[in-house]
């Protein structure tokens, strides 16, 4: 098949699952003999291995963009401009692919246009971004909610990266449409155990640096004191430095950077990323909300043992279906995250997580992902 996928984010340099996806999916497809186009946003980044990576002009998407709606739909132009080249040589696909709420103008367009179904993945639902889904509505977040509308209701077919999350977009948006679930995907070769002797009592938190995520639960404990150092990997969703800067949870962060207790390292690639992994003693997932949870899978396949919630679709991958555990499961909670931190310090408990997140791990892979997707794409065209 000919396949154009659509994303408002450079998938070589991203904010959360949504670009590892898209790159890792995008690969996958290509070496079982698909032809993939990949319009993507960015300046920089590298190549997806036998894709066609189409970089908009000059589009920069979360950091920096002007704080209001008008810079959303740019957005949404200059990709048209970039897919419009495209075009005009006689370029066309059999299905077009949009990921997420920002890329759902374009996808309808080129449906239209070429008279081919349009496939829609929502990654995350913009309303989750803040604690427990408690979004204060500004224009910004209505234009995401009314294109987040748009993509379930339009997609020809629409997926979601786990059950959890099918169930909460029927809920949220009450709407009894089928929802095709894909499980993202883990490299288990790239992402391994490489033997490098881990250091002492040193915990890491890789994602989005937001509410949702567990963060704020993370630097509680670290307030109320542990032994270990605490090293955070990942951006915030802010639109200035100023903002950023200016945020309540970057504060508490940048006092307890001060005081030694933990790093926070920005983002941080995929090779610098493996690096961080190899010398890590534990990881911490205490998400509040989850639509699947990536960063879960990479820390297992690394060995690293993990400690986690089950929250929303991360449940899928730290507890199997009969109901064997994977990680040490927490609620978000200081308290918790604290008592996980003390019983990670028994070698004994680490090897054992260790060992099942390892094995987990192998159950979840970028090519099955890929023939589960292919089998939607033949379904509606």
């Not at 903002?243 to 950077?257: F, G, H, V």
Request: charged share 25%; hydrophobic share 45%.
């Amino acid at each position: 098949m000919n396949i154009l996928m659509v994303c408002m984010e450079d998938p070589w340099d991203i904010l959360g699952g949504r670009g590892v996806a898209v790159r890792e999916m995008s690969q996958a497809l290509a070496k079982q003999g698909h032809e993939v186009t990949v319009a993507c946003s960015g300046e920089k980044g590298g190549k997806i291995k036998g894709v066609r990576k189409v970089v908009s002009d000059k589009l920069i998407c979360w950091k920096p963009r002007n704080a209001n709606v008008s810079s959303l739909l740019a957005m949404d132009v200059q990709m048209f401009r970039s897919i419009a080249k495209l075009l005009a040589t006689g370029e066309r696909w059999d299905v077009v692919h949009v990921h997420d709420w920002d890329a759902v103008q374009t996808g309808r367009c080129i449906r239209d246009a070429l008279e081919i179904p349009m496939v829609g993945s929502l990654h995350l639902s913009m309303t989750y971004l803040n604690r427990d889904g408690q979004a204060t509505i500004t224009d910004d977040l209505l234009y995401c909610m009314q294109q987040e509308a748009h993509l379930v209701a339009d997609s020809d077919a629409l997926i979601v990266s786990s059950a959890a999350y099918a169930d909460l977009v029927r809920r949220h948006f009450m709407v009894e449409r089928k929802v095709d679930v894909v499980p993202n995907g883990i490299d288990t070769k790239w992402w391994k155990a490489n033997g490098t002797p881990r250091a002492e009592n040193l915990a890491l938190f890789v994602g989005r640096i937001a509410e949702m995520k567990g963060v704020r639960e993370i630097l509680e404990a670290v307030e109320a004191g542990t032994d270990y150092m605490v090293w955070l990997v990942g951006e915030v969703n802010a639109n200035t430095e100023e903002e950023k800067e200016s945020w309540p949870l970057t504060r508490k962060i940048r006092a307890l950077e001060a005081e030694g207790k933990l790093s926070w390292m920005g983002f941080k690639d995929h090779k610098e990323l493996r690096k961080l992994y190899s010398m890590a003693t534990v990881g911490l997932m205490p998400s509040v909300h989850e639509p699947f949870g990536i960063a879960a899978l990479e820390h297992m396949a690394m060995g690293v043992p993990l400690i986690s919630s089950e929250r929303g679709g991360l449940r899928e991958i730290v507890v199997d279906k009969q109901g064997a555990e994977y990680a040490l499961i927490i609620e978000p909670d200081p308290q918790q995250i604290r008592a996980a931190l003390e019983m990670c310090k028994d070698e004994g408990v680490r090897k054992s997580l260790s060992a099942a997140g390892v094995k987990r791990a192998r159950e979840f892979s970028w090519p099955a992902a890929a023939e589960k997707l292919v089998e939607i794409y033949r379904r509606v065209a």
